[in-house]
């Protein structure tokens, strides 16, 4: 679960640099890094925050793939 959500994570940072609107997905964003930080250390997340990363990490892939907020560019 950590490496599924670090992986969307970084996409949609990566994402809002290159010009796309984050701010749909603000919330989810500062949640992910929240939980990314609390377990750097360990690089697992136990129950029940597990079940709230992958969910982070779903919404979070939506974004990155265009069917979330931003459309998706045909480049």
């Not at 992910?32 to 129950?47: D, G, N, R, S």
């Not at 925050?49 to 990490?57: G, H, K, P, Q, V």
């Amino acid at each position: 679960a950590y490496y599924i959500l670090a992986y969307q994570y970084i996409a949609a940072i990566l994402n809002g640099f290159n010009g796309a609107d984050t701010s749909y997905v603000a919330q989810e964003l500062a949640d992910a890094a929240y939980l990314l930080e609390m377990y750097e250390t360990e690089k697992y997340i136990p129950e029940p925050d597990r079940s709230e990363a992958i969910s982070l990490a779903y919404i979070l892939d939506e974004f990155n793939n265009g069917y979330g907020g931003v459309p998706h560019c045909d480049f």
